[in-house]
């Protein structure tokens, strides 16, 4: 936390589990709450300080939370499917929103993360006022689909369940409920492109363009059939999380970006 913000943190109740939350509390009281949606392998903590720099300079009400199964909240008990990113965005969202008294937010999503903030954004019985994605996926490829294969070895085979243990109360739950997932066999024909012409809030989208998991063709796809407004940021020698390799540049265009939209 950086000094002179303050927090909350513990557990609220959302669609029947018990999920971890922090929320920072806001420095300008008129401007719109941020909502921080992380990726598929991640949680609260892996945001690390990222939401409370873009919290200081802008002011805003920030709430993270870690979705059931990951960080600290309810361990998954039974095999996700393949709707498992709608069920997030238009089930568990809005309860964890509503326990937080949110309403029209900015949400800012990484990769699974993305795709829900989109799923939320596209649904008209919420306001959105912006949403900013990074490396979002609205289709599967298989240069995606190759790279968790190859994620799965190495979990099975390296160090990578030790350091994601550090973060998950049931590791093993957590990264087999996401990598099984995505590679079932039925999760291949996954698409909501169909859903992208209602999202009609302003949308910064930002891509790395040496990804593993996703390719432009993602972006084309977002930026040819969203309504509203779309600002892209493709960054070179960028992988799969732009806050984290190229955190000064994401940075200033995040707070750019929430600076023109805290109207709503």
């Known amino acids: 936390m950086i000094e002179g913000q303050r ?41 690390k300080t990222f939401p409370d720099t873009i919290a200081a300079a802008t002011g805003c009400g920030t709430l993270s939370y870690s979705r059931y199964g990951f960080g600290q909240s309810d361990p998954l008990t039974e095999p996700r499917d393949a709707d498992y990113l709608a069920q997030e965005a238009l089930v568990a969202l809005p309860a964890v929103l509503a ?5 029209n937010p900015i949400l800012i999503g990484h990769s699974d993360g993305a795709t829900i903030a989109l799923l939320y954004a596209s649904d008209p019985r919420w306001s959105t006022c912006a949403i900013i994605i990074e490396a979002p996926h609205v289709f599967v490829e298989d240069t995606g689909l190759t ?3 190859r994620m799965r070895e190495a979990y099975r085979d390296g ?17 087999n409920g996401w990598a099984d997932t995505w590679l079932l066999p ?21 891509q790395g363009l040496d990804d593993p998991y996703g390719t ?34 994401v940075r200033e265009a995040m707070v750019r970006f929430i600076a023109a939209h805290a109207a709503g």
């Open 186 to 206: 039925e999760f291949r024909a996954w698409n909501m492109e169909s859903r992208l012409p209602d999202v009609r809030c302003p949308v910064l989208l930002i």
């Open 7 to 47: 927090e909350q943190s513990g557990f609220l109740t959302a669609a029947g589990r018990q999920l971890e939350f922090r929320w920072i509390v806001p420095a300008a009281r008129d401007r719109p709450p941020l909502v921080f949606l992380h990726e598929g392998l991640g949680s609260i903590a892996q945001w």
């Open 159 to 175: 160090d990578l369940r030790q350091r994601l243990g550090r973060y998950h109360r049931d590791v093993d739950a957590t990264f």
């Open 147 to 149: 790279a968790i294969a």
């Open 216 to 249: 432009v063709s993602q972006v084309e796809a977002i930026t040819g059939q969203v309504s509203g407004p779309v600002d892209v940021m493709l960054l070179p020698e960028c992988a799969h999380a732009p806050h984290v390799e190229r955190e000064g540049e």
């Open 99 to 103: 326990a937080r008294d949110i309403v």
